[in-house]
């Protein structure tokens, strides 16, 4: 029991303190708004301005010392204009009476401000509080008198519990919205936790709007309700701006027929709106609907009674279908689609989910290692459910079934993540093989047209090095690349190439290969352009080259990144199966065939080239 108490006491000693650092921050409310005022005033009365601040924060600290919890505002408001001295300090002082019920709230109020007047007197003779309790400025607002929100939204907050602010920011903001669309505006109503006395200093300013759509000919009613409704929002903003009240404002509006329509179907929202809302303006539709509720004349419909009594029951099915969702498409989609990536990453095309789990099995289990078998189990245990749940043997899924597919899938899914980086990092170190075999293949023709036949895989760079570098037919720069590459592929087959090798290979060897192809291409130039058919289409320059029983086709020589296909030549001459191909494997095309003493172009060529480049193409001569 004393643990207990010891505990109750740091907690209580902890809220004081809270409470006081939440002070604070409201205090400072008081000197932006007085310093925003002092930079519109002369220099002579700043210092008028900054003895107003202590006497207001003194006064401030007294009264809400002495009615801890039931102050809701306290604000300084505009000078009284038959003060002709202005040394009246006027303040305005709101007071939650909500919870009153041992006097009348006339004598409350008269109470009050007897207190409150008598300690503004102790702190300065001039300070004048008007001391307004919160039912009077809802009294007024049901009265259609809106003086009291006008004065609010002209006075500078001292200390507000957010009330103040709700009324200011909602005050200029109807104040907008009527100036431009008071023909459409029917109500205007303060709303939520805010007149409900639950509001929090992070709680929105809730305010509902209805509009008058019973004479609309012009356009549509959910015409007129979007397009007024995106012009109020944004004078929403415009308002949060001029009050710095900003991102507080929760508009909601609504058009006349639909809220009729709410009412009588007894919506909850609706009856809810107008038990508790406070109109800021209203044409007379609002006030009689919220008395005769409150006299108990507004009923649901017996239509709209058994509508809300069957609701419970459908809003269960839909829980239930949407459980069932789950398990039949989102978790199933979820790990399915990247499972089917992975294996796209790898180089393999999407097979069917029945076949998912057997190929990623075969691939990244059985083969690579790169993966364990129980997220395979994960996988075909989410196409069982689903295939169970679509097929009807099995209804439902329970709760708890659920979270094992969720979690599973969380776990699936941060694994593959994993097994992407192993597929990346397994791809880029074969680039390293592939570019390697495809350079040594070149280096190998080069040195035939050197005269230079047969050559072991061990000795190849060696010979290179003494049949083309030594004799001066290439630069040295080369061959040191090539033994780069070479030493990257070497480290490669021990299982000890680096992530800065594979980029220094990627970049070191499309520059050899590129060398090594122009240096064929220089030696054979004769020969190839025997092969070479140059056309020119609109502004651009493309040509064939036929190599044997291939064809390829640059359609655009001028631009580097090169669109090049391949074809095959048939026994007629024309070009079939046309594909798209890399500068890669043309380079390679050209290193490895042997070319022809003559090359015959055959009359279907030049239809197939109307296909490929345009009916514009023409063919250029002596080029």
């Known amino acids: 029991m004393k643990a207990k108490k010891v505990a109750a006491v740091k907690k209580e000693e902890a809220e004081k303190v809270l409470k006081k650092q939440e002070e604070k921050k409201k205090d400072g409310v008081l000197n932006k708004e007085l310093d925003k005022m002092a930079e519109k005033i002369p220099d002579e009365a700043k210092k008028r301005l900054e003895e107003i601040k202590d006497k207001l924060e003194a006064f401030k600290d007294k009264i809400v010392s002495k009615f801890e919890g039931y102050i809701m505002g306290v604000a300084l408001l505009p000078p009284d204009k038959e003060d002709e001295k202005k040394e009246k300090i006027n303040v305005l002082v709101l007071v939650d009476d909500s919870d009153s019920q041992k006097m009348t709230k006339e004598e409350l109020k008269e109470r009050l401000s007897g207190i409150i007047d008598k300690m503004a007197e102790e702190v300065d003779k001039n300070l004048a509080p008007k001391t307004i309790i919160l039912t009077e400025v809802w009294q007024a607002c049901y009265d259609a008198k809106y003086e009291i929100l006008q ?27 009527l100036k431009k669309f008071e023909k459409y505006i029917v109500s205007y109503i303060l709303a939520g936790s805010i007149v409900q006395g639950k509001a929090t200093h992070t709680s929105d300013i809730d305010v509902c709007i209805i509009v008058d759509d019973t004479d609309v000919k012009k356009m549509t009613r959910a015409e007129l309700k979007d397009k ?16 710095g009240i900003e991102n507080k404002i929760n508009i909601q509006v609504w058009i006349l027929t639909d809220f009729w329509e709410g009412i009588k179907e007894a919506n909850p929202i609706f009856f809810t709106f107008l038990r508790d809302g406070i109109p800021f303006y209203d044409r007379g539709i609002f006030m009689p609907w919220k008395l005769l509720l409150q006299m108990g004349r507004i009923k649901p419909s017996p239509e709209a009674i058994d509508m809300f009594m069957s609701t419970g029951e459908q809003m269960l099915e839909r829980i239930k279908f949407k459980i069932k969702d789950i398990g039949m498409e989102d978790t199933f989609y979820a790990i399915l689609t990247p499972s089917q990536a992975a294996l796209m990453m790898y180089g393999i095309p999407p097979p069917t989910p029945k076949e998912t789990p057997e190929v990623m099995t075969d691939i990244f289990v059985n083969k690579e290692k790169l993966l364990e078998k129980e997220y395979i189990d994960i996988l075909k245990r989410n196409i069982e459910i689903r295939k169970e749940l679509e097929h009807g043997t099995k209804k439902e899924l329970t709760g708890a079934e659920v979270d094992k597919l969720l979690k599973d899938a969380e776990k699936y899914l941060k694994r593959l993540e994993e097994l992407f980086k192993a597929i990346e990092k397994k791809k880029e170190e074969e680039s390293v ?21 047969k050559v072991r895989d061990t000795a190849i760079i060696k010979t290179f090095e003494e049949e083309v570098v030594h004799k001066g037919l290439m630069p040295e720069k080369y061959l040191r690349i090539l033994k780069e590459i070479e030493k990257a592929k070497k480290d490669y087959d021990a299982k000890k190439l680096t992530k800065a090798e594979v980029h220094s290979v990627q970049k070191d060897s499309r520059e050899l290969l590129r060398f090594l192809v122009e240096y064929i291409q220089r030696k054979r130039g004769l020969e190839l352009e025997k092969a070479r058919i140059r056309v020119k289409h609109g502004n651009k320059f493309g040509e064939v080259v036929l190599l044997g029983k291939k064809a390829f086709i640059i359609h655009d020589i001028d631009n580097e990144d090169k669109d090049i296909s391949k074809a095959d030549i048939t026994a007629q001459g ?17 290193t490895g065939l042997e070319m022809p003493e003559k090359v015959f172009i055959k009359e279907p060529i030049f239809e197939d080239l109307k296909s490929i480049f345009g009916k514009d193409v023409e063919i250029m001569i002596n080029y």
Not at 228 to 243: C, D, P, V
Not at 433 to 453: A, F, K, P, Q
């Open 151 to 177: 004065m609010i939204a002209l006075s500078a907050p001292v200390h507000d519990t957010g009330m103040l602010a709700a009324i200011k920011i909602a005050e200029i903001h109807k104040n907008m919205v």
């Open 433 to 453: 093989l592939h570019s390697y075999e495809n350079i040594v293949t070149v280096v190998r023709d080069i040195l035939r047209m050197e005269g230079v036949e």
């Open 574 to 590: 024309s070009l079939k199966n046309i594909k798209s191909s890399s500068l890669e494997e043309y380079e390679k095309a050209l």
């Open 228 to 243: 007024l409704r995106a012009i109020i929002i944004s004078m929403g903003f415009e308002a949060g701006k001029l009050t």
